[in-house]
Nanobody, 125 residues
Framework: VQLQAFGGGLVQAGGSLRLSCAAS????????MGWFRQAPGKERECVAA????????YYADSVKGRFTISRDNAKNTVYLQMNSLKPEDTAVYHC???????????????????WGQGTQVTVSS
């Protein structure tokens, strides 16, 4: 599976962005997907993840109520809608795919097999 993320940019605090991650391969619908971010000097963290069927999702506490992960299996694409952005959301965002995502591991880097290149999100105050 090859992943390509895009949609990052510079936005003012309180604004919105939608990240997209396009996946290659005919079996996209069978993969769990996640969005991770890494800010300078900080560890990479999972902000959101979604199971292959879309029925199960995970959100980090810091983004609950502001970010929404969704997927369109017909388009082999997963999205991250980010609203009410804050300066602390500034980071490089990566999408990732997992062939064995389950509820207890959705937030873990080790659960994901494939990674896309990052897209920079910068939120100005």
């Amino acid at each position: 599976v090859q992943l390509q993320a895009f949609g990052g940019g510079l936005v003012q605090a309180g604004g919105s962005l939608r990240l997209s991650c396009a996946a290659s391969g005919r079996t996209f619908s069978r993969y769990g997907m996640g969005w991770f971010r890494q800010a300078p000097g900080k560890e990479r963290e999972c902000v959101a993840a979604i199971k292959w069927g879309g029925s199960g999702t995970y959100y980090a506490d810091s983004v609950k109520g502001r970010f929404t992960i969704s997927r369109d299996n017909a388009k082999n694409t997963v999205y991250l809608q980010m609203n009410s952005l804050k300066p602390e959301d500034t980071a490089v965002y990566h999408c990732a795919a997992s062939s064995h995502l389950i509820s207890t591991t959705m937030r873990l880097e080790g659960a994901f097999d494939y990674w896309g290149q990052g897209t920079q999100v910068t939120v100005s105050s």
